[in-house]
């Protein structure tokens, strides 16, 4: 059985564009998914500028969830 990397094709644009696409033909409502991710790229040094600080945080935040929360 040939391993599959399901988290792979989120790790380019294109990946995440086809995946998204993908759900916006699946989804039966109107939406406004399909082509999104082009919205993404235009804004990605934006948005990853406030990702890592926020990232940052989120790993201390869980470090000193689990030091409270340890069962030993």
Known sequence: MPK??????????????????????????ENNLYGSVEELAKNFATLEADFYPFFQELQVAVKHYKERNRTT
């Open 4 to 29: 599959i990397d399901l988290l792979f094709n989120y790790s380019t644009l294109e990946g995440m564009d086809h995946a998204v696409n993908s759900v916006s033909k699946r989804i039966r409502f």
